[in-house]
């Protein structure tokens, strides 16, 4: 029986791209481990702080996003440059943690 935590849960990358968010304290945040070190993704880096943004290295954690503290999303690849992200859905892994065999929710 394996309960994980959501801060276990992390966005890395999508198969051709790069995955940043922008957090409400304006930080920047990237994975810096296990990711594609793509020439845009580089770009966005070396330019975050010019626009007063603090680089963060850990990866994005899907906790955060849930509790509110993503401000934007985008990703970035050599084909599409910069893109926003629109809409993400995620599972509240939290409510299932609470789910019985019957399928209520405490």
């Known amino acids: ?3 994980h935590n ?7 990358e ?3 791209s790069n995955f940043f968010v922008i957090y409400n304290n304006n930080t920047i945040r990237t994975s810096q481990q296990g990711v594609l070190f793509g020439y845009v993704r580089h770009l966005v880096l070396i330019h975050a702080p010019k626009c007063g943004l603090r680089l963060d290295p850990r990866p994005c954690c899907l906790e955060d996003g849930l ?3 993503w401000k934007e999303t985008f990703i970035t690849s050599s084909s599409r440059l910069i893109v926003p992200i629109q809409e993400i859905l995620m599972p509240d892994y939290r409510s299932r943690r609470n789910a019985k065999k019957d399928g209520t929710i405490d």
Do not use: A, P, Q, S
């Not at 959501?6 to 890395?12: A, H, K």
């Open 6 to 12: 959501l801060r276990d849960f992390e966005v890395l």
């Open 14 to 16: 999508g198969t051709t």
């Open 67 to 69: 509790n509110g503290y």
């Open 1 to 3: 029986n394996h309960h």
